[in-house]
């Protein structure tokens, strides 16, 4: 099952729709406020606009917020640690100890130097690794409350089938960044052909999603666009 709010309809239907879009993501990110900032979080957000680093605007991780807030997790999967901003924020605001892996060298040294240096740097595990390559049997627990995904666009799909069956019965599977700063909803003559590339595959994993016949999604168009994925009671899971 696909679960549209009416904010995403409307956003399909042109440049307008996008406005208003954009404009009620505003209007939500004033709405929730469960966000605490500190310091270091405010110097990861200075660092990754400077150096062009993407991490969840304010809206986005609100929305995970509000979600995790009903889960109580107690271990989370992160797929793209990109600087550390998503686990350092999650694990202070909600305890779950999270395992994060990232293959950038540099995002990944830098991500270490902000775990280190935050609250939580104990309830976060990071990984230098190929998500999909990585080896989760090096793990003492393999089980994962909530799985978060936000790295390479094109693999999404290899890495929710991945990653899945070590998904708890209960899980909450989230995919990120699936609106692609609006580029699903841009004509195709006007972008780059790998942006093309990359807006088609994003396209096929949101519809094979919503196909999946072992989870039912529902795509908030917050932040960058979410998708939250729960499995279906009754449900197989192959490992």
Not at 168 to 193: R, V
């Amino acid at each position: 099952m696909w679960l549209y709010t009416t904010s995403f309809a409307i956003g399909r239907k042109g440049n307008k729709g996008m406005e208003q879009l954009y404009e009620h993501n505003m209007i939500l990110d004033t709405a929730f406020k469960i966000i605490r900032h500190d310091d270091l979080s405010r110097e990861m957000r200075e660092y990754a606009e400077v150096n062009n680093v993407p991490i969840i605007d304010d809206s986005g991780l609100e929305t995970v917020l509000q979600f995790l807030k009903l889960k109580k997790p107690k271990r989370i999967l992160e797929v793209g640690s990109a600087i550390g901003y998503w686990s350092t924020m999650i694990a202070r605001h909600t305890g779950a100890e999270i395992v994060t892996i990232e293959r950038d060298d540099q995002n990944y040294e830098k991500a270490r130097e902000y775990i280190a240096k935050s609250s939580v740097a104990e309830k976060i595990k990071i990984y230098k690794a190929d998500a999909l390559e990585f080896n989760i049997a090096l793990l003492e627990d393999t089980r994962f409350d909530v799985i978060f995904i936000d790295a390479a666009k094109s693999a999404y799909q290899r890495f929710f089938e991945k990653y899945e069956p070590f998904l708890a019965d209960d899980g909450l599977m989230i995919s990120d960044n699936l609106l692609f700063h609006g580029h699903i909803f841009t004509d195709k003559k006007d972008l780059s052909s790998n942006l093309r590339d990359l807006t088609r595959k994003i396209k096929t994993y949101s519809a094979w999603l919503a196909e999946h016949p072992n989870y039912e999604t529902i795509f908030l168009p917050l932040g960058d666009g979410i998708a939250f994925s729960y499995r279906v009671q009754g449900s197989e899971k192959k490992i």
